[in-house]
């Protein structure tokens, strides 16, 4: 093996080598560019606001940070969804977290005791998650968002969204707010992505556990602390403590008395969902679509998709020793549901089966439903029924006997084998202490760098309940020998793959989320490779390294237009280990204490520069310098 089609064909002639710059690194035939930053406009050009001088209020039409999963939507002239739209389109984008010293003046503004003191810096921490939909479009040959869109738009925390499946209306999400616990406010820590058939977004809510107040006497249920919120916790940002009003107080766990519309016992329970999106109708309100399970949500990436066949989602729930589900429509597609909207998703979302995965030694595995009443999962066992089970997805898939993994993160699907690509970015607890041990596809103890897993569904049905696995590639620098497994070079060596991406014409794209001080972090920054995988199953693969990112930012989510000539790539927060007490107001950074302060130059996100301003988040156009189509 080792000769697949990517040895020669691909992205060029050369690999981008190592960098630790604090600039963008591409192969010289392409050109790279900002297409909007963290604080932009986004119905406008440009960053003409510095970031600390942007209010709460303005950051919920700008855009959000930590630009995450990402789809292109096409458009036509008349602005209605194309699937062969190249020139024009909507660009749904995931605004996962915040750097927060980069937000404010000097850090954010407490009291002695940790409380926040200044409201208006929490509203736009609050305004800085959640979705955008940004319209985008050719301009003399280059995308850049079009001015006074009536398309772009955010979705926040604070933007009201439904419930629906088993879990609409359950006791678990009856709140303040909802009363009948069918709505809810808004979206967080949005991570990784899919998208439907019927043209609709879908948002993954990843780690909202962490930003939660858990004041409540009552230690909590397993809704709660299997996701990790415990007694007396304190959230991540303290949102909880800037006031009374409701925006903040939801952020507070409190139980006050008997009935739970009177306090905010079960916003928890509100979050860890799939969201389905409208990418063109701001009318339609976005939905949570339960039957996804609850957990630290990546991606919800779709199958094949085939008239009159069943078709699935590929989800990873991103924690050490977390597991690898599938969730699949009760109903087969029909492609006259093709520009159905979330009505279409009303019809396919609500109605299926969950599935977790469990990983044989000898290479096959098994897909598990998590059915209420089936199995282990009885009331006996607290599973009372379905909207139970969702609500407690891991204490379900726990109980029915699940494969823990090493953090999986996006997955993917390649256009030609059907075959299924997940990230596994690591878990240093492997094997460590009382922490599961090695299996066979989680063979390596403290696995630090992680690695690309590779599965085929039997009969490449995505209806089917067992498949065949494969490790595609180890994560390792190649300095370490021992680790080393796939045998990369300083060409093409990586650790951590998260971001992952078959693209229509059959490239696997890897983009990784290395810690910045690991033996990998310290030879090269966050970047993104490409291969193109082996049609037999089990070849090592050829993997370049088309792209190194600026100083301690990740690399994640892409897209590119159908016509293969755009790409779209997200740099996820430059510089984010700059120490709060080292940013101030005036950006007097000379002596350097900012660790990035990318982007430099808009026009050419490879240009560094003189520190003279803040790092921030932001979408990169890529393009190739003869026009021509990327990757080949
Ligand atoms: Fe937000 Fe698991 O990455
Ligand atoms: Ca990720
Ligand atoms: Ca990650
Ligand atoms: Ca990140």
């Known amino acids: 093996g080792g000769d697949g089609p990517g040895s020669g064909a691909v992205v060029g002639t050369k690999n981008v080598a190592r960098s630790l710059e604090d600039r963008v690194l591409i192969p010289s035939d392409y050109s790279a560019s900002v297409l909007f930053a963290t604080g932009d406009l986004i119905n406008a050009a440009g960053g003409d606001k510095k970031l600390q001088d942007i209010t709460g209020d303005e950051m919920a039409v700008r855009a959000g940070d930590h630009h995450d999963g990402m789809y292109y939507f096409g458009l036509n002239a008349a602005g209605a969804l194309d699937r062969n739209g190249s020139d024009r389109g909507v660009i749904a984008i995931n605004f996962e977290n915040i750097n927060q010293q980069f937000l404010h003046a000097a850090g954010a503004t407490v009291d002695a005791s940790g409380n926040r003191t200044v409201a208006d810096e929490v509203v736009k921490e609050i305004n800085a998650h959640g979705v955008g939909l940004i319209e985008v479009k050719k301009n003399a040959g280059k995308f850049e968002v079009v001015a006074g869109s009536a398309l772009s738009r955010r979705i926040t925390p604070e933007t009201e969204a439904k419930f629906a499946g088993p879990v609409a209306g359950s006791k678990w999400v009856k709140t303040k707010y909802s009363t009948d616990g069918l709505k809810s406010r808004g979206t967080l820590n949005n991570c990784a992505y899919g998208y439907t058939p019927w043209g609709t977004y879908l948002t993954c809510e990843e780690n909202w556990a962490g930003y939660f107040d858990n004041a409540s006497e009552a ?5 709660y602390s299997r996701y990790g919120i415990s007694k007396g916790q304190k ?38 969902w799939v969201v389905e999106i409208d990418p063109i109708n701001a009318a339609v309100t976005p939905v949570k679509r339960t039957t996804f399970g609850r957990m630290a949500h990546e991606c919800a990436y779709p199958s094949i998709i085939t008239a009159g066949k069943k078709f699935a989602f590929y989800m990873g729930d991103d924690a050490r020793f977390e597991y690898v ?4 429509p009760n109903k087969a597609w029909d492609a006259a549901d093709a520009t159905g909207g979330v009505s279409a998703g009303d019809k396919y979302l609500n109605d299926g089966v969950l599935y977790v995965a469990k990983y044989n030694a000898d290479g096959t595995g098994t897909w598990i439903p998590l059915v209420a009443g089936t199995g282990a ?3 006996a066992n607290g599973f009372a029924d379905q909207a139970e089970v969702l609500v407690k997805t891991r204490a379900a898939a726990d109980a029915v006997g699940a494969t823990k993994m090493d953090r999986p993160e996006w997955c993917t699907v390649d256009h030609g084998s059907g075959d299924v690509f997940i990230t596994l970015t690591n878990n240093t607890n492997r094997g460590v202490g009382t922490n599961p041990g090695v299996d066979a596809v989680n063979p390596r103890a403290a696995n630090a760098y992680g690695e690309v897993l590779r599965m085929r569904e039997a009969g490449s049905d995505p209806a089917a309940t ?18 080393n497994l796939s045998e990369l070079t300083a060409d093409n060596d990586f650790g951590s793959p998260d971001g992952l991406w078959a693209d229509p014409r059959g490239l696997l794209w890897i983009q990784t989320d290395n810690p910045h001080g690991n033996d990998m972090g310290k030879l090269c920054n966050n970047q993104m490779l490409v291969t193109i995988p082996p049609s037999a199953f089990d070849v090592k693969p050829v993997i370049k390294r088309f792209l190194v ?19 779209f790539v997200n740099i ?22 900012y660790s ?37």
């Open 549 to 567: 990112g600026p100083t301690q930012c990740e690399l994640t989510g892409i897209d590119i237009t159908p016509d293969g000539k755009t790409m």
């Open 572 to 593: 996820q927060h430059p510089g984010e280990d700059t120490a709060a007490a080292d940013v101030n107001a005036a950006d007097s950074n000379a002596a350097s204490k």
């Open 466 to 483: 067992s498949f065949a696995w494969t490790i595609f590639v180890f994560g390792s620098p190649a300095t370490l020998a021992a680790s």
């Open 235 to 272: 959230g991540s940002y303290r949102w909880a403590t800037a006031g009374s009003d409701d925006r903040f107080a939801r952020w507070q766990l409190n139980s006050v008395g008997a009935d739970a519309s009177a306090d905010y016992r079960n916003e928890a329970n509100t979050f860890g």
């Open 325 to 328: 589900y599938k969730f699949v």
């Open 219 to 223: 230690a909590p249920g397993v809704e």
């Open 596 to 632: 990035s302060a990318w982007p430099y130059d808009r026009s050419d996100a490879t240009k560094a520069g003189t520190k003279a301003g803040r790092p921030r988040s932001a979408t990169l156009v890529i393009t190739k310098k003869d026009g021509g189509v990327i990757g080949f």
């Open 377 to 379: 999962l009885t009331a």
